[in-house]
């Protein structure tokens, strides 16, 4: 039976590009690119998730903006559940816990990333946006 992981992720993004975090290789989907964020916890907003992964992360405070896309996705034996939001904070991030390379990538080329399964809709939905 499939287990429903909810899970959060930060759209750090300009007015052409986005940031886009890599995976350590050691960690599941290793290598793959994502949006940063994690687990929403019992009795937990997803905003006041996304702002508590971001700052256990990232070490940065973010303001919580309008959501682009929740999606579910079978990765395996689990369904995630995902919701990205637009943050703001007064700087980017330079460093992660859970990455090890952040990149500005154009928005015109964010599908070229070999993102993460997850992430997909919202890439989708970043492309359509531009249009």
Known sequence: MSKTITVVGAVFSSSEAVLAFRRNADRSAGG???F???KV???ETPEEALRREILEELGLDVTVGPLIDRSSTVVGENTIDLACYHV???QYPTES???DKIVWQPLNKIDQLDWAKPDLPTIEKLLKARK
């Open 36 to 38: 940063p964020g994690g």
């Open 32 to 34: 793959q690119w994502e």
């Open 97 to 99: 816990s859970d990455h």
């Open 41 to 43: 916890e019992p009795n």
């Open 88 to 90: 703001s904070t007064d």
